[in-house]
T-cell receptor, first 113, second 111 residues
């Protein structure tokens, strides 16, 4: 079974530029999460989707971050404009109803300079 | 608010046993997870506790006390490959089941 796929693996941008990350969850997983992991800290939930609907985006900085999952499968997370403090690893995870554990992708490491 | 505390770093010896503690104060509780994360890699699932008591899975065991807001992860017969960060995370429920993570415990295994 293929795991959660994310791209790109690494991205370096200048502040005030925009950037987008892509995630393809495990086939059949209805729930998809985006987490932000700053160096030395645990992941922080940004947004949770159930199919193509948003379940929780309470910690998403909506003035600059947006995410979508239009067909209920893959998802994109966008930052516009980026700030230095957005430097982090952006992790995508998915799981299926009735299964407790979430499966994580390898993440996209973003560096804002 | 949500608060999850775990030690920042621990050191143990190959072949020994180590216990990583986690305390939590969250608005609700649907279960507690432990994940392992090697440097530069994705977190991988280790254990899930929803009821009080000990869950054993090979060399790894996890304990939960909901009344005390406390969990620990016990690693036996330590191997060098166990050097990693161990993340404690809580599903606080409320319809959404995204996890609240602690900062992680960096475990260093020495020969």
């Amino acid at each position: 079974e293929a795991g959660v796929a994310q791209s790109p693996r690494y991205k370096i941008i200048e502040k005030r530029q925009s950037v987008a990350f892509w995630c393809n969850p495990i086939s059949g997983h209805a729930t998809l999460y985006w987490y932000q992991q700053i160096l030395g800290q645990g992941p922080k939930l940004l947004i949770q989707f159930q199919n193509n609907g948003v379940v929780d985006d309470s910690q998403l900085p909506k003035d600059r971050f947006s995410a979508e999952r239009l067909k209920g499968v893959d998802s994109t997370l966008k930052i516009q404009p980026a700030k230095l403090e957005d430097s982090a690893v952006y992790l995508c995870a998915s799981n299926s109803r009735g299964i407790a554990e979430a499966f994580f992708g390898q993440g996209t490491r973003l560096t804002v300079v | 608010g949500q608060n999850i505390d775990q030690p920042t770093e621990m050191t143990a010896t190959e072949g020994a046993i180590v216990q990583i503690n986690c305390t939590y104060q969250t608005s609700g509780f649907n279960g507690l997870f432990w994940y392992q994360q090697h440097a530069g890699e994705a977190p991988t699932f280790l254990s899930y506790n929803v009821l009080d008591g000990l869950e054993e899975k090979g060399r790894f065991s996890s304990f939960l006390s909901r009344s005390k807001g406390y969990s620990y992860l016990l690693l036996k017969e330590l191997q060098m490959k166990d050097s990693a960060s161990y993340l404690c995370a809580v599903d606080s429920g409320g319809g959404a089941d995204g996890l609240t993570f602690g900062k992680g415990t960096h475990l260093i295994i020495q020969p």
